[in-house]
């Protein structure tokens, strides 16, 4: 039986001007259409750039799953270390990750975790890479000919690998290694080889890199949509 994920992404550009730091009229219609827990964590946030990925997030997500599952009223729960969950659904899931101006959100049949990067806005790179990527993924990056896009790589790899599984960085950056075999990714965790764990890496967005972990392999597709 084959399995699926798609993804979907939008930018924020309707909802927040970078230029004048300033939301839209477009983004306050938006507002209202989204639950009320939403709605209070947009409002606790004080940059208006992260509010505008708030609002976007979910507007997404509902997109996604009324596209591909027919859901029309999302309810979620989480899991132990705050991963969300579809309420009552056993094969049914979902993930959103967004960075800069992109808001992204994956839906799958099998367990999923995904992470998106903005090449503009690294991490402090070699003090990351130095704390919890080995020594030869240190050297991979330095002597890249784009090291800010090599360690957005191998961090967009890590975390989408620690979402899917729903454990957040609880087992530790340090136990993970990004292996690669004919430029395909895999895991290890404390040397162990993760053979569950399957990697989609894609590059549809310009400065953006973005990586899928699901539990086993998927069909992947990769939309952008309008919100």
Not at 109 to 120: A, H, R
Not at 187 to 212: G, L, P, T
Request: hydrophobic letters at 35%.
């Amino acid at each position: 039986m084959s399995h699926f994920a798609k993804t979907f992404f939008a930018d924020t550009d309707k909802f927040y001007n970078a230029e004048t730091d300033e939301l839209s009229e477009y983004f306050y219609e938006k507002l209202p259409t989204v639950s009320e827990e939403r709605r209070a964590r947009v409002e606790r946030v004080r940059k208006n750039s992260a509010k505008a990925e708030l609002l976007a997030a979910e507007i997404v997500r509902d997109y996604a799953l009324k596209t591909v599952f027919g859901i029309e009223h999302v309810e979620t729960e989480t899991g132990e270390f705050g991963k969300p969950y579809l309420k009552g659904e056993k094969d049914k899931f979902f993930n959103i990750s967004h960075s800069g101006r992109i808001v992204a959100c994956t839906v799958s049949d099998v367990e999923c975790g995904l992470d998106i990067e903005c090449f503009d806005h690294p991490h402090d790179m070699m003090n990351v890479a130095g704390r919890f990527f080995s020594t030869q993924e240190q050297s991979a990056i330095m002597l890249s000919p784009n090291p800010i896009e090599a360690f957005c790589r191998l961090w967009t790899i890590r975390e989408s690998y620690v979402k899917m599984r729903g454990t957040g960085f609880s087992m530790g950056l340090k136990a993970l290694k990004c292996g690669f075999s004919r430029g395909k990714a895999s895991m290890f965790v404390n040397e162990i080889y993760q053979q569950d764990a399957k990697f989609q890496e894609f590059r549809n967005i310009y400065r953006y890199r973005a990586c899928i972990c699901t539990k086993g392999e998927v069909e992947h597709e990769v939309e952008k949509i309008e919100i």
